[in-house]
C-alpha cells in the first residue's frame, strides 16, 4: 500500500522558519517526482514546489527563493524548508508523488492531475 505521511507542522510568528517533511512507502522513491501543495482555507488546492527523481527543483513564483525542497532518498523522504513565512503562507501542506518522466517539462509537474499519491496534509499557521 502506499502511503504518504506529512508531519512538521505547526503555529509560527511571521518571519520564522519551519520545515516539514514527507515520509513515504510503498513507492520507489527514487523513481518518483515529489511535490508539495498547500490548501488555505476556503482556496483551491495550489503548488508548492516540487523535486524530481534526479534532483531538479521547481517552485511557485510565490514561494520561490524563500522555500526549498529537498529528498533523502535513503530515508524515502521529502521535505519542504520554509523560511521568511508571512501569514499568506498560512494552509494545509500536502505532498503529493508520482512516477517521474524525466522527459516532462516542470511545468507538467504543477498540475494536481499528474499526481497519483496524496498525503493527509499538516496544517502550518503564520501569525502576524
Known amino acids: 500500500q502506499v502511503q504518504l505521511v506529512e508531519s512538521g507542522g505547526g503555529l509560527v510568528q511571521a518571519g520564522d522558519s519551519l520545515a516539514i517533511s514527507c515520509v513515504t512507502s510503498g513507492i520507489t522513491f527514487g523513481s518518483y517526482v515529489i511535490a508539495w501543495f498547500r490548501q488555505a482555507p476556503g482556496k483551491e488546492r495550489t503548488f508548492v514546489g516540487h523535486i524530481r527523481n534526479d534532483g531538479r527543483t521547481h517552485y511557485a513564483e510565490s514561494v520561490k527563493g524563500r522555500f526549498t525542497i529537498s529528498r533523502d532518498n535513503a530515508k524515502n523522504t521529502a521535505y519542504l524548508q520554509m523560511n521568511s513565512l508571512t501569514p499568506e503562507d498560512t494552509a494545509v501542506y500536502h505532498c503529493?508523488?508520482?512516477?517521474?518522466?524525466?522527459?516532462?517539462?516542470?511545468?507538467?509537474?504543477?498540475?494536481?492531475?499528474?499526481?497519483?499519491?496524496w498525503g493527509q496534509g499538516t496544517q502550518v499557521t503564520v501569525s502576524s
Open positions: 503529493a508523488a508520482d512516477t517521474d518522466r524525466t522527459y516532462r517539462d516542470a511545468y507538467v509537474y504543477t498540475l494536481r492531475t499528474e499526481y497519483s499519491y
